[in-house]
């Protein structure tokens, strides 16, 4: 059975300025989403140019921190923020809101597609593919900082089952790198290849919203419910299902309604 390998949260020391290991993890998300962006954009054809992926990028970043932050405060930490208002600050202690990082991302793309004043879907379209990779690199920032770990396996012999021996001696799921593999790596194959080729508006963020609400509902049976949530619907769907839920019916919609207008638009 594996056990997890203790991590000091802390990368390393410069001077009074700790670099944590989480911070670090995101930089790594920025800066692949930066440069698949930067790739892309030079294609012929792109109405990209590499100031407006670096305006893009600020704004994703902005929208992630802020509505991730804020969405993890009031998706799973109110009580807490209510006791101390200033922990909502403390962004390296961890806790952050998937959700609310996707909510703070529209929003920013909202602004900088007004901006620029291009399509906000043909921006999203753009933006969904650059998203998996700093996924990826959260989850394992999750997995390094020992958060998020999973349910008990049942069979204590499963060959990819985890103690963490700050949580019990119990054999776990390390769901924090099915989640690396299933949103970060497969959605990312995913959507590179879907965008490779033209596609209506709307179906490449669409296929995003799908693609991430399936493999976030599924590895949610492997994750260990919030402990001061638990299981709230049903006696068995967590809050993380009750976020993604939405994600996958709207993705679904929209795929539609993308073919729907191609099919229209085609025949106009």
Known sequence: MLVYPHIDPVALHVGPLSIHWYGLMYLCGFGAGYALALWRCRRTGSTWTPDMVSDMVFYVALGVIIGGRLGYVFFYGLPRFLNDPLWALRVWEGGMSFHGGLLGVIVAMIIFARQY??????????????????????????????????????????????????????????SQLYEAALEGLMLFVLLWWFSSKPRPRMAVSSLFLIGYGFSRFIVEFFRQPDADKGFILFDWMTMGQILTTPMILGGLILMLLAYRNARLGARA
Do not use: S, T
Request: glycine letters at 12%; hydrophobic letters at 45%.
């Open 117 to 174: 004043q291009k399509n906000w879907f043909d921006v999203m379209d753009f933006v969904a593919p650059l998203v998996p990779p700093g996924i990826f690199f959260g989850r394992l920032g999750n997995f390094i900082g020992g958060e998020l770990w999973g349910r008990p396996v049942i069979d204590q012999h499963y060959p990819l089952a985890m103690i963490f021996p700050h949580v019990d001696m119990l054999g776990r799921h390390p």
